[in-house]
């Protein structure tokens, strides 16, 4: 029995694939392949397989197009299109295009910002416009070079955790194949979230604080920690972001720090406490010198205080002075001869020295043996201590008054005869000023 075998011959339809590439020097680049058969018809089936540039991409054929938009990585580029599909024959094409670099933009603006409150924004596009994603941007700033990468709208953040101060913040991007380099630099003005008072103050002065919060705005009514002269201050600061401190210590040199809650800046200052008072010292003089006690005044920063009332107490009595354009505050002497304790005070600061007055009139009390005649002296000298000559002196002694004229020394001598034994008092007078003393008489 013979046995027979039957085959099906299908022939293979042929295919033409041609391209269109649609672009205007760069990218995205707009391919087109289409796929007619032997009879001219466009093919409904299959796929174009699609070598860009070493890329492969397959793409469905829809009534003999397959289309594809691309963003190619380099000016040169091989495009290849091969059509496969079952019962059709295979077809391809390849064509060459070249890109032509394209420019690109770094955007930057100028900012003035708080410490640690503040994102910086950097843009990079072509030049137009378009977004570049995925791109590394080196920047510098501050002694410190870094990298970013763009995000998918070509933006990068910077965290500007800078003292204050005035910074350049320099960006580059170098480029790549198809992208030309650019760069840019800005201004970026960091401002402290602390600012810091005088360095000078006086007794009884407030040290003020003014804090701002990250917005820049006054940080109000929040708890601040001051270190101020080793000791722990919790402060709460007013409406206006204003902490202070009531200064009642000693003069010298204190150390003050300083710490932000909002922003978590800290800041040290190194501040003087001042006398506020100065230059007052002992004051020696003649009686009728006119000689004044002198203090000079300052205000709560340690500057000069002018036109602002000091209280001088002596004697019991307490006097008001105000001081002049230069801060000096004057109290005339006028007292008898003594010393005395004097006292200047000026908004709860107190120093205080000794006024001596010396008497013009110099005498001693004496003691002596019994005798025929005793006699006591009286130097005379004028309110600049130079002797007085030929000048009469009153004596006063058991109610009779003698003159007696000083010598070339300045000396003036009465001489008493007789005197018992006991204690006898006598004054001597010159001008407006007596002066009392014993004889002693054994």
Do not use: W
């Amino acid at each position: 029995m013979a046995c027979i075998k039957a085959f099906t011959v299908i022939d293979v339809i042929n295919t033409v694939t041609s391209l269109a590439i649609d672009y205007v020097d760069f990218n995205p680049v707009n391919i087109t392949a289409y796929v007619l058969n032997q009879f001219g018809i466009p093919v409904d089936c299959g796929e174009v397989i699609f070598n860009l540039s070493g890329n492969i991409v397959p793409v469905n054929v829809s009534d003999g197009v397959a289309n594809i938009i691309y963003n190619f990585t380099s000016c040169s580029n091989e495009i290849f299109a091969e059509f496969n599909a079952i019962g059709y024959g295979q077809s391809s094409f390849n064509q060459s295009i070249n890109l032509n670099p394209k420019g690109t933009i770094i955007y930057l603006t100028d900012i003035t910002t708080i410490y640690n409150g503040y994102e910086y924004k950097i843009k990079l596009t072509d030049d137009n416009g378009n977004p570049l994603s995925g791109k590394n941007l080196v920047y510098t700033l501050n002694n410190v070079t870094d990298t970013l990468v763009t995000d998918e709208n070509g933006e990068a953040l910077l965290n500007i955790n800078l003292n204050d101060g005035v910074y350049v913040i320099e960006i580059r991007y170098d480029g790549e194949e198809i992208y030309l380099n650019s760069s840019n630099s800005s201004i970026i003005n960091v401002k402290s979230s602390i600012n810091l008072p005088s360095s000078n103050y006086t007794y009884g002065s407030k040290y003020i604080v003014s804090l701002l919060d990250k917005d820049s705005n006054p940080l109000a009514n929040q708890t601040v920690s001051i270190v101020f002269a080793g000791k722990t201050y919790n402060l709460k600061t007013d409406s206006n972001g204003k902490a202070s401190i009531n200064i009642t210590l000693k003069p010298g040199t204190y150390k003050v720090t300083i710490k932000n809650p909002d922003t978590l800046e800290e800041k040290n200052q190194t501040i003087k406490v001042l006398k506020r008072i100065t230059e007052n010292k002992n004051l020696v003089m003649y009686y009728g010198a006119g000689s004044s006690y002198k203090v000079r005044v300052y205000d709560d920063y340690g500057r000069i205080a002018k036109n602002v009332t000091v209280k001088f107490k002596i004697n019991g009595k307490t006097y008001s002075r105000k001081t002049n354009n230069n801060g000096y505050a004057y109290l005339k002497i006028s007292l008898k001869p003594k010393k005395y304790a004097i006292s200047a005070t000026y908004k709860g600061f107190t120093v205080k020295n000794n006024v001596t007055v010396k008497s013009t009139v110099i005498t001693k009390n004496i003691t002596k043996k019994k005798a025929k005649t005793i006699k006591f002296t009286a130097k005379l000298v004028n309110y600049k201590g130079k002797i007085l000559k030929y000048k009469y002196i009153k004596f006063k002694f058991k109610s009779k008054i003698y003159k007696r004229k000083t010598n070339a020394k300045g000396i003036a001598t009465l001489s008493l005869k007789n005197l018992k034994r006991g204690k006898h008092v006598i004054y001597s007078t010159y001008g407006k000023l007596t002066i009392k003393n014993t004889i002693r008489i054994k």
